[in-house]
């Protein structure tokens, strides 16, 4: 009698003790899709995708998975969807898909019934807030690493902490990537292929980003694991869904460098390291005490490594503009401040 | 009796699951305000490195750091001379010690993380941060204020480096006693190599003590360029210990392809304490060295073929023919088992040896030598060699 109490309290209670991720791992599991597309030379042939709207919208990011003819999307449930691409963004690296029932024939060649499709068919994420996350709280991605389910399985789930929140300095394949705003650095490794594209979420389930596609770090030479913020990303929908009132908000960068007064040591054995050469009396610079061999070290608190840093952060600034220079001159750290002026 | 337990059983099936989730929940934020404000409260004292000039260093990997031997490998036991207009090469060769970075990894010039170690200005780092040899370095605090910074010394072996800024009143970092470290405890590990103006986090255990022979804390915590120097801390926001890369081989870099892997290293107080007044003075901490060249042939067990002179060995009388056969008290059964008993080991520290000179086996304790203060290599046994007193098995020195 005893025993049977026992067991019957088992079977009832289920998990006796819950450790708190339920809801994150139930709201991932669920709104997560596997992608699965042609398998082109290097490009893995599968990716994950994130459902963003109750008829079936789906978020995931650029590959060459996308441009497979016949993309296909698996939901939690094991339903197949088509899936059309709607709308992609190079410079997020972000695409939109849409998902659509796909006629379906069994072994008799007769139809099989049509999953569910159109408003309220699936479950979906609503944005977040990732400025709300502090560094060490618990995150959870979800996706499909190295494709590992199939069928009606669910997808991976991995859990960490939310690292940092930091712009996007990185390479993909030797090559700069487009994305360089703001990223959530997370310690749960996603940098494997299959995961890019699914959700993060925290402790609660709230969605809070996108995990980004493979890329190493310039500033460790390491693969990063990252997620793009959910307000990046609901900017993106938000663009394909009002395509008028869409304000392009990307800061455009100018060809022409405003008047600082600066002329660089760009000869020689160290022509690497920003040095001063000779300072234009009168002009900005020379008004904010810069002088003829400081080192430039940083611009506004970003380091400035070479020359060509240099010139590039000087490129997206305009005339008016107060920038923060720090210089090393007689092994001091010196802090001034430039206000530049109409190119001459 | 039974009915009581049935009692509390029916109590458990019928609150249980709805109770036991919000408790799950409540620990799991429970554990994210613990974190936080360990974390708030380390941030004060981890600093941003950031170095300009200086440039990723050739000839990253030699075949000295994995190979069958370390202490210099050769094809076939035999001088290697190659004629050359009648006139010996091995005279023009470089010196075959060398140190070496011991992995390929190409070290990326963003920032990197330090430690507050006093408040007269000293900051621990890892000597990691310095492989790129940089002109200028400056150091970042928590709160913005930017200093340049000199490089005192770094400790090679155990990756360690430490700067100086000119501040004053500094707030320096709180310690964690070595032997109250438990295995399985929260280890947490601060860097700011992603940039930005806060401390990126890493969140795991403490995996084991005492590895690297005796040196350092391992955690499942993600290390990496990114907090290498940077603390690694307990729950009360304490340094456990100071992350650095390390592998069971030498090399500045052996140990970073583990980055992100779930094994990591850091070195308690009591292994930074150990070295910090000596890099204080400014004396770097190199590779040990004893300077032999083995026979590459494995029936020849630990055979010496070459022993650069001047070098440790060469002083205590070893020379080409003589047979290594055991170093801090380790069977040594080849080259490679010998630079991993000595790994850690830096120059300047003895190593006790015994070495087989025809049919006695003797005892000795070189001090190791850096790789530039090694001669070039002497190939031919000595012609009249000289004979050490014979030293029993127990390791006794001879009265």
């Known amino acids: 009698m005893l025993i049977r109490s026992i067991l019957l309290a088992c079977v009832i209670a289920g998990p006796l003790f819950a450790d708190g991720f339920e809801q994150a791992i139930d709201n991932v599991g669920t709104r997560t899709v596997r992608l699965y597309g042609l398998k082109a030379g290097l490009s893995a042939g599968y990716g994950s995708g994130t459902i963003v709207s109750d008829d079936g919208m789906v978020v995931t990011v650029m590959s060459l998975l996308l441009d497979s003819e016949r993309l296909r999307a698996v939901t939690h449930d094991g339903n197949v969807y088509g899936a059309k691409l709607l709308t992609a963004d190079d410079d997020l690296q972000l695409a939109l898909l849409q998902l659509n029932p796909l006629p379906r024939y069994n072994a008799r060649g007769e139809r099989a019934p049509d999953p569910p499709s159109g408003p309220g068919a699936f479950q979906y994420f609503k944005p977040g807030d990732s400025k709300r996350l502090f560094p060490g709280e618990w995150v959870i991605a979800a996706g499909n690493p190295f494709k590992v389910a199939e069928g009606l399985e669910q997808v991976s789930v991995t859990r960490g902490v939310f690292s940092a929140r930091t712009d996007l300095d990185a390479k993909r394949k030797a090559r700069d990537f487009p994305y360089q705003g703001e990223v959530l650095v997370i310690d749960a490794i996603t940098s494997t292929p299959g995961t890019p594209g699914g959700p993060l979420v925290d402790l609660e389930g709230n969605w809070v980003g996108i995990v980004g596609r493979l890329v190493i770090s310039n500033r460790t030479h390491t693969n990063f694991n990252y997620a793009i913020p959910v307000e990046v990303v609901q900017q993106f929908i938000d663009r394909y869904r009002n395509p008028d009132s869409a304000a392009t908000d990307l800061i455009a960068e100018n060809n022409v460098e405003p008047y600082h007064g600066i002329k660089l040591f760009e000869m020689g054995y160290q022509k690497d390291l920003v040095y001063v050469e000779r300072v234009k009396r009168g002009s900005p610079a020379h008004q904010a005490r810069i002088r003829k061999d400081d080192l430039i070290v940083s611009i506004n608190g970003r380091k400035i490594a070479d020359i060509d840093a240099f010139h590039r952060v000087m490129r997206t600034k305009s005339p008016g503009d107060m920038i923060d220079v720090s210089v090393i001159r007689k092994n001091k750290l010196v802090n001034t401040t430039i206000t530049l002026e109409e190119p001459r | ?399």
Request: hydrophobic letters at 40%; charged letters at 20%; proline letters at 8%.
């Open chain 2, 1 to 399: 009796m039974t009915k009581t337990i049935r009692t509390i059983l029916l109590a458990i099936v019928v609150t249980g699951p709805t109770l036991a989730g919000d408790e799950g929940l409540e620990l799991q934020r429970a554990h994210q305000r613990v974190f936080r404000s360990a974390i708030e409260h380390a941030a004060r004292y981890t600093v941003q490195i950031e170095t300009v000039g200086g440039a990723v260093p050739r000839g990253v990997i030699s075949d000295l750091d994995f190979g069958p031997t370390s202490e210099v490998p050769l094809d076939d036991g035999m001088p290697n001379m190659e004629e050359e207009d009648g006139m010996p090469k091995e005279a023009d060769q470089p010196n075959p010690f060398q140190d070496t970075l011991g992995s390929d990894f190409v070290v990326a010039d963003g920032p990197t993380t330090g430690i507050i170690l006093s408040a007269d200005g000293y900051i621990i780092t890892s000597s990691f941060n310095f492989v790129r040899n940089p002109t200028h370095i400056t150091v970042r605090l928590s709160d913005d204020r930017r200093y340049v910074a000199d490089l005192i010394a770094s400790d090679k072996v155990r990756k360690l480096a430490l700067l100086r800024i000119d501040a004053d009143n500094l707030e320096p970092a709180e310690w964690v006693a070595p032997g109250s470290i438990q295995i399985g405890q929260w280890a947490i590990a601060l860097g700011r190599g992603f940039g930005g103006s806060q401390p990126s986090v890493t969140i795991g255990v403490v995996s084991a003590r005492n590895r690297m022979m005796g040196n350092a804390v391992q955690t499942d915590a993600k290390l990496s360029p990114a907090n290498y120097g940077g603390p690694l801390i307990d729950v009360e926001g304490r340094v456990l210990g100071i992350c650095v890369p390390m592998a069971q081989r030498p090399g500045e870099l052996a140990g970073v392809e583990f980055y992100d892997a779930g094994i990591g290293f850091a070195l308690p107080k009591n292994r930074v304490d150990a070295i910090t007044d000596e890099l204080k003075y400014g004396e770097s901490i190199y590779r040990g060295w004893l300077g032999i060249r083995f026979s590459r042939r494995p029936m020849d067990g630990l055979l010496i073929v070459g022993v650069a002179n001047p070098s440790p060995m060469f002083e205590l009388g070893i020379r080409p023919g003589d047979k290594i056969i055991s170093a801090n008290g380790k069977e040594l059964n080849s080259a490679q088992h010998l630079v991993q008993s000595l790994y850690m080991v830096p120059a300047g520290e003895p190593v006790q040896v015994v070495v087989r000179k025809g049919r006695f086996e003797y005892g000795f304790e070189p001090l190791l030598a850096r790789a530039v203060d090694l001669g070039p290599l002497v190939t031919q046994p000595d012609p009249d060699p000289w004979k050490p007193f014979p030293v029993n098995r127990s390791n006794k020195w001879p009265k």
